[in-house]
């Protein structure tokens, strides 16, 4: 059982986004560029983050990711989700329904109790990622990940500023 | 995240395998045949199986696959480990440490927060797994599986028994 890549990547993404102040977003390169992760690829985690309804996508110049709910409301298990999807890792294709021991129709209406055990052990394995929440990774006490971060991002921002119209004239 | 198709069809060979009336051991090929199987695919996780210590080969021509341990002792997550492999699901690549928040030496004794919470979840799962035997599987109360595998492997056993000598001397 391994879980892909962008696991790993869409999770730091994320904290990276929690860590942002009020009123920024980053663009799929500058978040790709944070981490010197493969921007195309994070490109395709980003979305599948928005389509999860877990960051959403700010047009315009200055747009780009930002938290589509609070970080306290967002948990681990909806990220891996988004990124995995949400199908159980463990298929039953009925095989007990093969072979000489295959049950009455009766005993099909509960299901294989191998499945049963596969899709608890699944349920044991989500419970502990919907225990913790975006937040505790990305305001983690003792963590100075947070600090640095904003200092980046807020470095970010004044790089990325508008610039004056070519005209010349100050937008102020 | 999504097991391997081996790991249904390993479950269900070593619940065949448990009903086994002392002495009797199947081919790969036999036990392919009873879920209908591929039988080349299934071989392989045979072998798995058999390196992992849970089934064991017998030799001869009527040999084949026998338990290498009482089914009250093989857990259903040695069973899945010996076909998905024992490595984490969830692999850090240590991304923290790219880019403007990486961590001081200090900040690395420990591993990845988000590592940690991942493997955590992996535990609670391979703890579940933990919890149930083969035996729980294969000797299910209320379920006919046992008697019906039983009555087939009996057959099956006489149907391979040995045939007496060319010359027609009985071996009795």
Same mark, same amino acid.
């Given at each position: 059982?391994?879980?892909?890549?962008?696991?790993?990547?869409?999770?730091?993404? +994320?904290?990276?986004? =929690?860590?942002?102040? *009020?009123?920024?977003?980053?663009? =799929?390169?500058?978040?790709?560029?944070?981490?010197?992760?493969? /921007?195309?690829?994070?490109?395709?985690?980003?979305?599948?983050?928005?389509?999860?309804? &877990?960051?959403?996508? @700010?047009?315009? #110049?200055?747009?780009?990711?930002?938290?589509?709910? !609070?970080?306290? !409301?967002?948990?681990?298990?909806?990220?891996? %989700?988004?990124?995995?999807?949400?199908?159980?890792?463990? @298929? +039953?294709?009925?095989? #007990?329904?093969?072979?000489?021991?295959?049950? =009455?129709?009766?005993?099909?209406?509960?299901?294989?109790? &191998?499945?049963?055990?596969?899709?608890?052990?699944?349920?044991?394995?989500?419970? *502990?990622?919907?225990?913790?929440?975006? /937040? !505790?990774?990305?305001?983690?006490?003792? %963590?100075?990940?947070? =600090?640095?971060?904003?200092?980046?991002?807020?470095?970010?921002?004044?790089?990325?500023?508008?610039?004056?119209?070519? !005209?010349?004239?100050?937008?102020?």
């Amino acid at each position: 059982m391994r879980l892909s890549e962008g696991v790993e990547w869409a999770l730091h993404s +994320c904290v990276v986004l =929690a860590s942002a102040p *009020e009123g920024v977003s980053l663009p =799929a390169g500058r978040l790709a560029e944070y981490h010197e992760l493969p /921007a195309a690829y994070l490109a395709k985690h980003l979305q599948a983050l928005s389509r999860a309804g &877990i960051v959403e996508p @700010v047009p315009g #110049r200055r747009g780009g990711y930002r938290l589509a709910q !609070d970080p306290k !409301d967002i948990k681990v298990s909806q990220i891996v %989700s988004a990124i995995e999807g949400t199908g159980p890792a463990f @298929v +039953c294709t009925e095989v #007990r329904q093969k072979g000489p021991a295959a049950p =009455a129709p009766s005993g099909l209406r509960q299901a294989c109790l &191998i499945a049963r055990v596969m899709w608890q052990a699944e349920q044991a394995w989500l419970q *502990e990622l919907n225990n913790w929440a975006l /937040a !505790d990774l990305a305001f983690a006490p003792g %963590s100075e990940a947070y =600090a640095k971060t904003r200092r980046w991002l807020l470095a970010s921002k004044e790089r990325t500023a508008p610039r004056p119209p070519p !005209d010349g004239r100050s937008e102020r």
